[in-house]
């Protein structure tokens, strides 16, 4: 016969006699390896239908294994992304507190400042240029940081006021007869509208209790502007009505539990705290 007839003959032979081992190894496909000539060998391999079912299950758990590992990279990329953001979240958490802490305290020195210096300069009636216009700066700045957006609605505003500095002359009595010793106080029932101021004056010798009493209407389109209608006026028992044009407004530029600022319309400046927070007029 021919070689290559031969070969073949050989190979049909050899495939028929091998062990069934050879053929269906689950690890490598059985090759069969027969040289032509020891010069330019000729390679026939046989695979059987199990090998290639084994490689092709192989195929796919590799791809399996690898869609597996790119799973958990982007499970983990996503853990760790939400574990800096909760950091994150927390980090900015922190400072908003430590910042807001600090600046209660900053607060707290100003209203100290304020009353302290109101308490040297006797309500304002000793105070120089120079004086009212550090009192005017340091109340500036606290308007700024006022926690009450509607001072009218809220309930800090009621209970008994002391006056602590004024820039009103009439009431701190200059240049006029009467003049107020001790506190001047001011009640407030924003639930009734009404308000209440009292002092105790003297003339010489002579002292006297004297009493403003008026009604507050708030302002309609402005949340922190009450009318003030005056009714009463009065000294020690003795009562006068309030003429008809004996009204003013004033606007509450700052509130909370201790402290009230407030501007007249003629531009004073009253800075008034809390006395008696369950007093009524």
Known sequence: FPD???????????????????????????????PSSSRSPNIVVVESWYDKKVAEERRKQAARELQGEKVRDSLA???????????????????????????????????????????RLNRGANATEAEQEQMEAMALDLEKACPTSAPLGSAAINGRWQLA???????LGVNKRFKPLGPIYQWIDIHSGIARNEEISAWGRLEFRRFVEAEL?????????????????????LRIPAPKRAVGQL??????????ISRGDKGNLFVLFKDNPFAAP
């Open 4 to 34: 290559c007839t031969m070969q073949f003959l050989l190979a049909i032979l050899v495939a028929a006699v091998a062990p069934s081992s050879a053929l269906h190894s689950a690890r490598t496909p059985s090759k069969l390896w027969l």
């Open 77 to 119: 990329a996503n853990t760790m992304g939400t574990e800096q953001l909760r950091l994150k979240e927390s980090r900015k958490s922190l400072e908003r507190t430590l910042l807001g802490r600090q600046e209660a305290a900053r607060l707290a020195v100003l209203k100290a400042n304020i009353l302290k210096l109101a308490a």
């Open 165 to 171: 500095y004024t820039t009103s002359a009439s009431i």
């Open 217 to 237: 209407i708030p302002d309609p389109c402005f949340r922190a502007r009450v009318t003030v209608d005056f009714k009463r006026f009065g000294i020690s028992w």
């Open 251 to 260: 606007d509450i530029t700052y509130l909370d539990e201790q402290l009230r």
